[in-house]
């Protein structure tokens, strides 16, 4: 078992990656600081892994809410149930809620946690390769609303991550694809000897060899902790974990939630953003070649669908967080391994990019 | 103008204290970071204050949010309509709310800053007496669930406190004396020489003299100060803070949130808990005379009303939030200025109490 600790003074915390986890009953339980524990998970999980989960927990008072499976789910409505079950079982601040599933899952607990009784403790198990290697780390937790993605959050750290890499053999082959992308950013935006290991062993990964993932979820577990710790409330160098992210989120608002999975979107995006850098002269063609021929070649897509155009993308990119007063701010690549903080982009060199990619 | 500064680092900030302050341009806009500000307010305040805080204010894009009044409206709903209306306006992380009212629209308005966009800044201008001693100070934030008070929000600290001691001017006498309650409360709790003052002034206080108030305010915030500066998020000594609160609780939810003022139920809390204190053996008797004496003659109530009887009490006193594992604690006195941390209750005495009470 690996062991990456997330350095934030009193909310730091470990991340375990390993194989067969799940069943490793010391490992979750001395994360518990009271005998109430709330497992909440989605209908897809639950017949898989849910039993295991609670098999290895030893306090008395264990309850479950399983939620619908999708990012359609993960709203207000799904934070509700959270409370309502924690209410009816009249649950105290001491009480720990654990979070097994995908992003969606760990957002929408994670947000649950931050604001029952103003915060109480909760424990992620990613059962994803996306959640392992990004959304279960680094404490951005919150749901949708219906005009934004991840709109209604909380800045909330967990007590613990256990990714057990096991759980990832049941990973249907599009959403474990959709965790590549994510693994890809890390290597593009500031780690190119990692993006030339991924390059070398794609096709290791894709087999989902044990050793090649706890290889790529850790590093990328590291290269994201070290972000975290710098800038835990993303007021800056945490922003370049975004890269990619401002065209994807506008592909997920711009086809409602649910038609592309969060890393295809970005996988999409990375493309996007690449493209732009090199308009402005940042990348060489062939770096952003390199770039599109590596996420083909996870089984990813490279351009966005043809509904959205350039006036369509505009208009949701702006609505998007990352910006300040009304001015869209980017992250683009220096090189590949080197982002740079966000920049104000000038519009006619975005919409050449749109325009690129509306064809 | 007093200033009262809360000292958390880098969430610090002041509270000014003094009569009309509402006018103050410079007051106001020194603490906003953007050009993007709203103001949320309620239907009884909105014709009395709005104008002159818009007039006050030199952002170019203000916006404002109208709820309905009163506690029925603290909650989830009135949340999710401050989201929809930044959503339509699409404001940024760096616009700012202002929360114009009394404790509902302070604690609604924070905890909606606290999770738009995982967090923006807002600024706290109370308008009752209750919420300038009280609820605008420290970073309590939340709403109401419908099966208990409060359970459901964050800490989260404003950019600054804006208490206009003139518009307690236009308090109705039953908002008023509610406020009163939580000024007894800072005496009883840690400041002895405060409670005598209060004994002293109380027909000064209700005829709303302004020094007089000036003064409670300014006493009762540096009080809050001071605890709230040693245990932000209520880990130990800021529980003291609830003295009288969770019967209080108990009240206002057995008879369902509206009927009685926070301020009205915590006065008969704090009967009740100075009640228990002395069968414990804490207080002596004429001690309990004098508080509830004090009670009496700021025309609070200071008994719980016939519907609740005790069963009743027991069984909503056990989901307040300051309990651990089901174990009841209450916050006690040992003295008039001395209130100890949360102990275990023997179930016992608190029957005895609660009989006492429900005849």
Redesign the interface.
Known sequence: MKTVNIDLGKRSYPIYIGSHLLDKSALVNKHLH???VMVVTNETIAPLYLARVMDALKAPVTETVILPDGEIYKN?QSV?RI??AL??L?F???ATLIALGGGVIGDTVGFAA??????ISFIQIPTTLLAQVDSSVGG?T?VN?P??KN?????YQPQCVIADTQVLATLDDRQFRAGIAEVVKYGLIRDADFFCWVEKNMETLLARDDDALAFAIERSCINKADVVAEDE??SGLRAILNFGHTFGHAIETGTGYGEYLHGEAVAIGMCQAADLSMRLGWLQPEEVERIEKLISRAGLPASPPESLDSDRFLELM??D?K????KLRLILLEAIGHAALPQPVPIEHLQATLSEYGR
């Not at 931050?114 to 915060?119: D, F, T």
């Not at 709109?151 to 800045?155: E, H, L, Q, S, T």
């Not at 910006?323 to 009304?326: E, Q, R, T």
Request: glycine fraction near 14%; hydrophobic fraction near 30%.
């Open positions: 009271s005998n109430q207000m509700n409370f309502d209410m009816d009249r105290s601040r001491n931050a604001c029952y009784q103003r915060g951005k919150g609303h005009k934004g709109m209604i959050g909380a800045f409330r993303e702006a609505v967080k910006n300040i007063d009304g």
